[in-house]
T-cell receptor, first 114, second 117 residues
Framework: ETGVTQSPTHLIKTRGQQVTLRCSSQ?????VSWYQQALGQGPQFIFQ???????GRGNFPPRFSGLQFPNYSSELNVNALELDDSALYLC?????????????FGPGTRLLVL | AQTVTQSQPEMSVQEAETVTLSCTYD???????LFWYKQPPSRQMILVIR??????QNATENRFSVNFQKAAKSFSLKISDSQLGDAAMYFC??????????????FGKGTKLSVIP
């Protein structure tokens, strides 16, 4: 059984640019959540996707957006990058919706904004 | 809003000894889940143990066990027979229905556990 995978592992961007991060959910999981983890902090919930629709959002501005595809994989897009967007971005998948049960995490994408 | 507090930024334990990590949370919900996740320097967040709030029995998973005190909103993790591989950042997390159609995990700030050989 393949776990949650994310790409790329590392990324460097400059302020004002746009970035797309990708996540493949664990086999059989239909719900994907994205989290931002700043250095030395716990992860913060960005949003969750189910049936290709956003299904819950944390306290993040609209320049954070996402997609979910029919195969349950997902993308996180961030526009107009700011220095504070530098963080580890974690994707987590869950076996069913609503995702009250365990969320399984990928290895993350480390984004550095210069 | 739900909050999760881990009051111990750092802890250390001698190899083969027992250590307890503390976590408290604040919620008005009656139905929720609690988790401990481990994040080694490799940064992959790994599930250690989970507890359903409706279950009175404390969860155990091999050397890992929890002390769940629902009235006190406390959820501590006990690691027995500590091993060098247990060294990591440990996050306590709370999961409940957000009212917007989703469950979202709320994490504490973490406790960095060092294991001394």
């Amino acid at each position: 059984e393949t776990g949650v995978t994310q790409s790329p592992t590392h990324l460097i961007k400059t302020r004002g640019q746009q970035v797309t991060l990708r996540c493949s959910s664990q086999s059989g999981h239909n719900t994907v959540s994205w989290y931002q983890q700043a250095l030395g902090q716990g992860p913060q919930f960005i949003f969750q996707y189910y049936r290709e629709e956003e299904n819950g959002r944390g306290n993040f501005p609209p320049r954070f957006s996402g997609l979910q595809f029919p195969n349950y994989s997902s993308e996180l897009n961030v526009n107009a990058l700011e220095l504070d967007d530098s963080a580890l971005y974690l994707c987590a998948s869950s076996p069913r919706h609503p995702a009250g049960e365990t969320q399984y995490f990928g290895p993350g994408t480390r984004l550095l904004v210069l | 809003a739900q909050t999760v507090t881990q009051s111990q930024p750092e802890m250390s334990v001698q190899e083969a000894e027992t250590v307890t990590l503390s976590c408290t949370y604040d919620t008005s919900e009656s139905d929720y889940y609690l988790f401990w996740y481990k994040q080694p320097p490799s940064r992959q967040m790994i599930l250690v143990i989970r507890q359903e709030a409706y279950k009175q029995q404390n969860a155990t998973e091999n050397r890992f066990s929890v002390n769940f005190q629902k009235a006190a909103k406390s959820f501590s993790l006990k690691i027995s027979d500590s091993q060098l591989g247990d060294a990591a950042m440990y996050f306590c997390a709370y999961n409940a229905y957000s009212g917007a159609g989703s469950y979202q995990l709320t994490f504490g700030k973490g406790t960095k556990l060092s294991v001394i050989p």
